[in-house]
């Protein structure tokens, strides 16, 4: 299980292993593909040799 903010719906859910529908090793890292509860297909990079994107400051409210 772990959590994901879709891209579609801009939900941030868990997702269980029963949405998961594939898993590819890359030179990148590991590409988690699942479907999101609003049944968007969706992709996760993760793994120790992730490229990782920076991280992106919260905006000042």
Same mark, same amino acid.
């Given at each position: &299980? @772990?959590? =994901?903010? !879709? *891209? *579609?719906? =801009? $939900? $941030?859910?868990?997702? @269980? #292993?029963?949405?998961?529908? +594939?898993?590819? *090793? %890359?030179?990148? +890292?590991?590409?988690?593909? @699942?479907? !999101?509860? !609003?049944?968007?297909?969706?992709? &996760?990079?993760? +793994?120790?040799?992730? %490229? $990782? #994107?920076?991280?992106?400051?919260?905006?000042?409210?």
């Amino acid at each position: &299980m @772990f959590a =994901h903010t !879709c *891209t *579609t719906c =801009h $939900r $941030r859910e868990l997702i @269980f #292993p029963s949405q998961v529908t +594939g898993i590819e *090793t %890359t030179e990148h +890292g590991i590409v988690v593909s @699942f479907t !999101c509860w !609003c049944d968007a297909p969706q992709t &996760m990079l993760t +793994g120790v040799h992730a %490229t $990782r #994107p920076a991280a992106v400051p919260a905006a000042a409210a």
